[in-house]
């Protein structure tokens, strides 16, 4: 049976490659998409693809309106995106959120819904396997050096800082334990805010300059040794429609909400 699927900012830099990626996809029927720019198009020609008719809806009221689907596919912008997930987890839809940008307390909102309306959603930081393995490796990393920092890079134009891959990352590392602070905030001579900010007790550092593309590198020290592990995006969104379809054929095999698409992986 095919897996029906709506896409969030279908017409997008990665929600337009996610498109040409599903509509190659025996498995996936994508039945529209979500824009509000080319609200009333036709997805097939807005992306200038040979592909059956896919109407293209200005918001997830009128989706939800239009033909039936099993999967929201959340690739829009912070702003919109946890809106978007709530009303299709009401709807009884299950979700996919590749958006970046949202916070911890916005999950723990959506997780809350997600077992009122007994449906899936799995957020994903980061598509790309050499991201999901980064986070595998920090985490085995994180078990046995107990000081650690991430520093997070992306575009000057990237709005929202951290990205959702260094958020994730940041969650799983803090599971495992916390960095160990030898010099409190509040002792730190000159700027403390230097030292980065602390999510879930983790430190944080945001570089958004020009050229920059999405890349994470969680760095730490011990005593006369220090361990990098590194994840650089390149230009294409090729490993992000590979993981996001493999996100989309995993999301329908539980229910709850998980995080990460090593959650998913870990069940081959």
């Known amino acids: ?61 009128e989706a939800l309106e239009g033909p039936d689907f099993d999967i929201l596919f959340e690739f829009t912008k912070p702003g919109i995106a946890k809106h978007n997930v709530l009303q299709a987890i009401q709807a009884g839809k299950n979700v996919i959120v590749g958006t970046s940008g949202l916070s911890d307390a916005d999950y723990s909102e959506i997780e809350t819904q997600v077992h009122s309306h007994d449906v899936s959603v799995l957020a994903v930081g980061n598509f790309a396997i050499t991201a ?5 490796f920090a985490v085995m990393a994180a078990k ?3 000081n650690f920092e991430i520093i997070d890079y992306a575009s000057h134009s990237k709005p929202d800082a951290p990205s959702g891959t260094t958020l ?7 599971e495992v334990q916390t960095s160990a602070d030898v010099v409190k905030d509040e002792d730190v001579i000159g700027y403390a805010g230097t030292r980065g900010e ?12 020009p050229s920059y593309m999405i890349s994470v590198e969680s760095i730490f020290g011990l ?19 590979k993981g996001a379809i493999l996100a989309i054929k995993k999301v329908n095999t539980f229910k709850g909400f998980k995080r990460g698409l090593d959650s998913v992986l870990d069940e081959e």
């Open 1 to 61: 049976m095919s897996i029906k699927i709506c896409i969030a900012g279908a017409t997008g830099w990665a929600g337009s490659a996610l498109s040409k990626g599903v509509l190659k996809d025996p498995e996936i029927v994508l039945v529209s998409g979500i824009s509000r720019s080319n609200a009333g198009k036709d997805l097939a020609e807005v992306l200038d693809i040979e592909a059956p008719s896919v109407p293209v809806f200005g918001n997830i009221e």
């Open 223 to 241: 005593s006369d040794e220090r361990l990098t592990i590194r994840h650089d995006s390149g230009m294409g969104a090729d490993p992000y429609v």
């Open 132 to 136: 999901v393995l980064l986070q595998k």
């Open 144 to 146: 046995y050096i107990p």
């Open 168 to 174: 994730e990352l940041a969650k799983k590392l803090s």
């Open 198 to 209: 602390k999510i879930n007790g983790v430190r944080v550092h945001a570089v958004r300059l």
